[in-house]
């Protein structure tokens, strides 16, 4: 069975702290797909980065970066020099190779204060 | 380009009443999906199409059908609506999840009282 967790259910930072968002994640199956999504506080969700199981090199984007590590099957987020505009519920998820359903954690609400 | 369209954006049912979710997408994407989030949950999957005529379902369909006749559309319906069907719904469409991401509509706010 898959499953994605996101321990961290809230987090508040002062603007222009860095953060780092937690995501662990189960599956048995070697070949997968790793997903973070915002969702801003219009309940929309935007996409932010795919990575698939293949491919563990980090990625910056911006003030955006991930950390991949299959040996500790974690994906995690950093959010450098944090704006009150990131504030939202960020979530992780996991889809495997061929399947239909991505797997949603529970999801992260980061509150960047002024 | 409207990406992918969610009507209504709000709604309140009574106890077994039911309506139909609707979901456009223009972007002709083959893949459709209907989630549901609940409060402080991640999203759960209820059904989803892979091309026109073909639905299938997700980890919570009960309480849930659809439907796709073109590739355009995939309506969501309720069937006597209950309290546990309160929820955000989303609706997403992406031309294949692997190699790509999926586009999310802006969601739809139902109650049930």
């Known amino acids: 069975a898959q499953k994605v967790t996101q321990a961290q259910t809230e987090i508040s930072v002062v603007e222009k702290e860095d953060v780092t968002l937690d995501c662990v994640y189960e599956?048995?199956?070697?070949?997968?797909?790793l997903f973070w999504y915002k969702q801003p506080p219009s309940g929309e969700l935007v996409f932010l980065i795919r990575r698939n199981s293949f491919d563990e090199q980090n990625e910056i984007s911006g003030r955006y970066s991930w950390n991949f590590q299959k040996s500790t099957s974690s994906f995690n987020f950093t959010i450098t020099a944090s704006q009150v505009v990131d504030s939202a519920v960020y979530f992780c998820?996991?889809?495997?190779?061929?399947?239909?359903?991505?797997?949603f954690g529970t999801g992260t609400r980061l509150t960047v204060i002024p | 380009n409207a990406g992918v369209t969610q009507t209504p954006k709000f709604r309140i049912l009574k106890i077994g009443q039911s309506m139909t979710l609707q979901c456009t997408q223009d972007m002709n994407h083959n893949y459709m999906y209907w989630y549901r989030q609940d409060p402080g949950m991640g999203l759960k999957l209820i059904y989803y199409?892979?091309?026109?005529?073909?639905?299938d379902k997700g980890e919570v369909p009960n309480g849930y059908n659809v439907s796709r006749s073109t590739t355009e559309d995939f309506p969501l319906r309720l069937e006597l609506a209950a309290p546990s069907q309160t929820s955000v719904y989303f609706c997403?469409?992406?031309?294949?999840?692997?190699?790509?991401?999926?586009?999310f509509g802006q969601g739809t706010r139902l109650t049930v009282v």
């Open positions: 599956t048995r199956d070697t070949t997968y797909y």
């Open positions: 998820a996991l889809i495997l190779t061929g399947a239909n359903n991505l797997f």
């Open positions: 997403a469409s992406s031309p294949r999840w692997e190699r790509t991401e999926a586009f």
């Open positions: 199409s892979v091309g026109a005529g073909i639905t």
